[in-house]
């Protein structure tokens, strides 16, 4: 759903009826639910900062990959995928999506192209 279509219903919440905002609860819900199944499905791990690297979503292929709980991951734990000059404050900072090819042995030996891109509202 697109922000100004968010921002227009806040605009007249008050003059909304109480079940068109109830089916509009319903739907957005439903969509929640939707892409969380989508995520979930999806065998890459994907997890969703804030610009304080706070865990916004975690899928469980990523929670399998740091092997951590989501509490416990820290935005410098995706810096151990991409080397030494990678810090949390360089990545938030960054213009531009910051990418690695990488092999990990644990939980299970393969090869993994690690991309973090700086998310701006």
């Not at 865990?55 to 995706?78: G, M, R, W």
Request: aromatic residues 12%; negative net charge.
């Amino acid at each position: 759903m697109k922000k100004d279509t968010i921002d227009k219903l806040i605009d007249r919440i008050d003059h909304i009826k109480e079940e068109d905002l109830q089916r509009f609860f319903v739907k957005l819900a439903e969509q929640q639910g939707f892409f969380q199944q989508v995520f979930e499905s999806i065998q890459e791990g994907l997890i969703l900062l804030d610009s304080k690297g706070k865990i916004l979503f975690v899928n469980q292929a990523a929670l399998k990959l740091f092997d951590k709980e989501p509490e416990h991951i820290t935005p410098e734990d995706f810096c151990i995928f991409l080397g030494r000059d990678c810090s949390w404050n360089t990545v938030q900072q960054s213009h531009t999506a910051v990418s690695r090819d990488v092999e990990i042995f644990y939980p299970e030996h393969k090869f993994l192209n690690i991309f973090i891109s700086p998310h701006r509202q």
